[in-house]
């Protein structure tokens, strides 16, 4: 069936170091790629995200690229800042109206 | 503030019972998509509604039911309640149910005691 795995779960950096987190799904019909942002007991928002007909995103300090052939895509925080700190999910459109998330990655950034 | 709103905020009410939780999508949405996020777990896809109409379903319970209304408002009912339905029940709205951005509510926290 569909699934996205994602790594790591927990995720330590120092303030100013950079952050990468890893997703890996299994639909090959998988064409859009979005990343969500949660803060405890908040709701999740949308931070960035990627269709199959691009290889790389940028926002800020934001980017995100997608290779299709080894069906993963990679969320990357540079300069990281404490207000970073929250769970990440990474997320595939199945192409069945429907979209799986990944488990999700809990991002501290250190002072 | 996404445009999108949950009723009620949090709920707390006995193994067996029933509840609806509400929401309703950002103006110009057609489609809800309900999650169910259990304390430090991922979200858990359970069901979408496209222009009142089911379009994907996903691990949902048979216990649990929703619908989308006319006015495209969603009603996602959770009946026979056990305690491992405790969870942050999210519903999210986009425009076209399929590739869309997804726009999270505030959440309804259920504790099922």
């Known amino acids: 069936g569909e699934n996205v795995e994602q790594h790591p779960s927990t995720l330590s950096v120092q303030e100013g170091d950079s952050a990468v987190i890893k997703c890996t799904y299994s639909?090959?019909?998988?064409?859009?790629f979005p990343w969500y942002k949660q803060e405890l007991g908040k709701r999740p928002q949308l931070i960035i995200d990627i269709r199959s007909n691009v290889g790389e995103k940028k926002d800020q300090r934001i980017a995100v690229t997608l290779n299709k052939t080894a069906k993963h895509f990679s969320l990357h925080i540079t300069e990281t800042q404490p207000e970073d700190s929250a769970v990440y999910f990474c997320a595939a459109y199945a192409g069945t109206y429907k979209y799986i998330f990944g488990t999700g990655t809990r991002l501290k950034v250190l002072a | 503030d996404s445009g999108v709103t949950q009723t009620p905020k949090h709920l707390i009410t006995a193994t067996g019972q029933r509840v609806t939780l509400r929401c309703s999508p950002r103006s110009g949405d057609l489609s809800v998509y309900w999650y169910q996020q259990s304390l430090d777990q991922g979200l858990q896809f359970l069901i979408q509604?496209?222009?009142?109409?089911?379009?994907a379903k996903g691990n949902i319970l048979e216990r649990f039911s929703a619908q989308q209304f006319p006015d495209l408002h969603s009603e996602l009912n959770l009946s026979s309640l056990e305690l491992g339905d405790s969870a942050l029940y999210f519903c999210?709205?986009?425009?076209?149910?399929?590739?869309?951005?997804?726009?999270f509510g505030p959440g309804t926290r259920l504790t099922v005691l």
């Open positions: 509604y496209y222009n009142g109409e089911e379009r």
């Open positions: 999210a709205s986009g425009n076209s149910g399929a590739t869309d951005t997804q726009y």
């Open positions: 639909d090959s019909a998988s064409n859009y």
